[in-house]
């Protein structure tokens, strides 16, 4: 994704919303944060810490500080609880890394009182080198994803602390599918409210949630077909083949409200 490109979007509009899975590149990393148990298994997901770490910090550079973007009340409380998942990863894997520790210096004791290799006659000088590097490397890893995590944290709570909020709402739009949720018909309703209290102004959505454009359509064909002008549109946050280098923004739905 060129960032002349969304940032031409952005200046286009009168309006720019942006859902809580535009924040993250990876819509799975909440799920495997909570899967992951085991300290070494950390630095698995390393690479896609860095990646989201990276977006997080282009949008607050970026995006956050234009001053017609904005989102709702109910997203930033999304990232709210995106930010307290992240913490309770980094406080729970923190505390394995101290019981890591502990257990190595008891273990340290144990043997300073055991016979020298000299004594016993035993030497395994390559096996302990391997051992030693094994460890060396699981904790620069462990470390490492550690680091990541607090980074990660810190960069959400300057999202959630400088990010301006929208939540004057003119219409409702009847939950026509249980499947969908507030939040999502909630930006929908911000987005639209907006274009018919200032016709002919333009208003962009920004997610990955492909939600979020049925609700335009179905609002605008089942609902209210009244229109004041003002273009809605919504476009789609995506990867291109999974490929975390490769960002690209999809029109989803545009429409006169």
């Known amino acids: 994704m060129e960032e002349q490109e969304l940032c031409a979007i952005i200046d286009n509009c009168d309006l720019v919303l942006w859902d809580q899975c535009f924040l993250t590149i990876d819509t799975c990393l909440c799920r495997e944060l909570y899967e ?44 709210s609880v995106f930010q307290r998942i992240i913490q309770d990863s980094f406080t729970y894997h923190q505390a394995q890394r101290g019981n890591l520790v502990s257990r190595q210096e008891k273990f340290r004791k144990r043997r300073d009182g055991r016979p020298s290799e000299e004594e016993s006659g035993i030497s395994k000088p390559e096996r302990r080198k391997k051992i030693r590097e094994a460890r060396e490397e699981l904790w620069r890893d462990a470390n490492e994803g550690l680091n990541l995590l607090n ?35 909630g930006l929908i309703e911000a987005a639209v409210s907006y274009g018919k209290k200032n016709p002919f102004s333009e208003v962009a959505i920004f997610t990955r949630d492909m939600h979020i454009g049925d609700i335009l359509r179905e609002y605008l064909v089942h609902i209210d077909r009244c229109c004041y002008g003002s273009g809605v549109t919504v476009y789609n946050f995506k990867l291109e083949d999974g490929n975390m280098d490769k960002l690209t923004l999809k ?5 006169l409200v």
Do not use: G
């Not at 085991?38 to 500080?65: A, G």
């Not at 929208?166 to 018909?185: A, G, L, Q, T």
């Open 36 to 79: 992951i148990k085991q300290l070494e298994k950390l630095p698995s997901i390393s690479y896609r810490l860095k990646k989201n770490l990276e977006h997080i910090s282009w949008f607050l550079d970026e995006i956050i500080p234009r001053s017609n973007v904005y989102t709702t009340p109910e997203i930033l409380d999304e990232t």
């Open 151 to 185: 980074e990660l944290w810190n960069s959400l709570d300057s999202v959630i602390t400088s990010s301006k909020v929208w939540s004057e709402k003119i219409i409702y739009i009847p939950r026509m599918n249980p499947h969908i949720s507030e939040n999502d018909y």
């Open 251 to 255: 029109v989803v739905t545009s429409s």
